[in-house]
């Protein structure tokens, strides 16, 4: 009896291995979002995003646009709208998405990589640990603050609003990622500086973290699901056995 | 014995009475902070700090300057330099500051006065409530917002940095509002939107309230002090009664 317990026990922990391997889920992979969690770039794009509105008639105070990045474009649109009782056809909705690229755009010598990012990235990278990023903006803008970050889009994973269906707070910028990567979303780590992130994070059903670096209060973060919340990637990799990396790869 | 304790009370009522209409004491009155209460220039002033600073060789997060708006220059100046281990002189201190004023006021034809900032101003008017405007800002950068509000120094209560030994953190400017409309500041309510308005406020003894239209979270503006936290001047007039407004006038 103790010796067939024991004997299942070790077919279990074997199987349990090679779902892993097939999975990589034994290893850690980090899906990070882009504007606000790798480069300081918010703040240019909450201004871009009221040019672009206001070009378009719509008044919306600068604190709302801010609390509205980091999710799809549509959805921002649309939900600015309704808010303020204007209802928008597809033309329009393109025109504000068009005028807030060209102003960003006019704005990207301003932006910089938040503290530690490239450090984070080449840790992970020495480490062996998978990590690919997952943006709601599309190629035209998220290209700009990857150049600035020093990642080429053709050697890492980068998945762009243009690959999928739906961005965040969706999960499929996140799903497609890990699928790109080849690991296991339930034991992938998603890192975010806004809502939007952890909501998707949850939706995907993996680990959330949150970054300040965004401008959100660190409660915002926690009650929408934040795992952990640090200062910014500097903060984060100093902390990385906090999430588990060394427990991890001490198995 | 019941009687003389009735005589000593009607005494105390009635000199309780005398000593807060001589303070003004019975009226409540309202003391504002400007940006990112009454105006929506928060961003803007975020982001000409930002360039005031990486012009001196500072390079400091967005979101880190953000947390800072709305308190004394001075003490942001140093808080930020000390950060980045960096010491700085009284000329560099003056310059940060002086490349600030330059850039916001580039920008501030972006700044528009927030959803009924004008109607709850006018309402308080119209009711006979005293109130006044308290900003860390020397009148060359406040002077822009109140023309953009339509408040007129000369005629309103206005207290800027220039006319106050220190500006927020410290009570001073709260202090010199209440002063200067004849009401005490104990039963005035201070209203702004970040930490320091509300530390200001309690370091004052007065009743804090936050707006998160300047861009914190309510769980910050709440753990800092505020008694109530309201989205906007707007929400905040639609719900002038939870602050006691009506109920004092009612006695």
Redesign the interface.
């Known amino acids: 009896m103790i010796r067939t317990k024991r004997r299942n026990l070790a077919a279990r922990r074997t199987a349990g291995r090679r779902i892993r391997s097939k999975t990589s889920g034994a290893v850690p992979a980090f899906l990070f979002d882009l504007d ?1 969690t790798l480069v ?1 770039s ?3 794009h ?2 871009a995003w ?2 672009a509105l206001e070009d378009s008639g719509i ?1 919306v ?3 709302r646009i ?1 609390r509205r990045i980091g999710m799809s474009g549509g959805l921002f649109v649309n939900a600015l709208s309704r808010e303020t009782d204007r209802t928008l056809s597809k033309e329009q909705a393109d025109k504000i998405k068009r005028v807030h690229a060209e102003a960003y755009a006019r704005m990207i010598g ?1 932006v ?1 990589p ?2 530690g990012a490239r450090e984070l990235l080449d840790h992970l990278s020495r480490a062996g640990i998978p990590w690919a990023i997952a943006t709601s903006g599309r190629m035209e803008s998220a290209g700009l603050a990857l150049k600035i970050l020093g990642v080429d889009p053709r050697r890492a994973t980068v998945i762009t609003r243009d690959m999928v269906q739906h961005a965040k707070p969706n999960p499929d910028l996140f799903l497609a990622a890990a699928k790109r990567l080849g690991v296991n979303i339930h034991t992938s780590i998603v890192v975010g500086d806004s809502v939007w992130d952890l909501l998707a994070a949850r939706l995907a059903n993996s680990l959330g973290v949150g970054l ?9 973060l926690e009650k929408a699901g934040a795992y952990r919340v640090y200062q ?1 990637p500097a903060d984060m990799l100093q902390h990385l056995d906090e999430i588990g990396v060394r427990a991890i790869f001490a198995e």
Chains 1, 2 share one sequence.
Not at 212 to 220: A, C, H, K, Q, T
């Open positions: 606000g300081d918010v703040y240019q909450v201004l009221r040019e008044e105070s600068v604190w801010h301003q910089r938040l503290p300040l670096s965004g401008g959100y209060g660190e409660d915002e910014d």
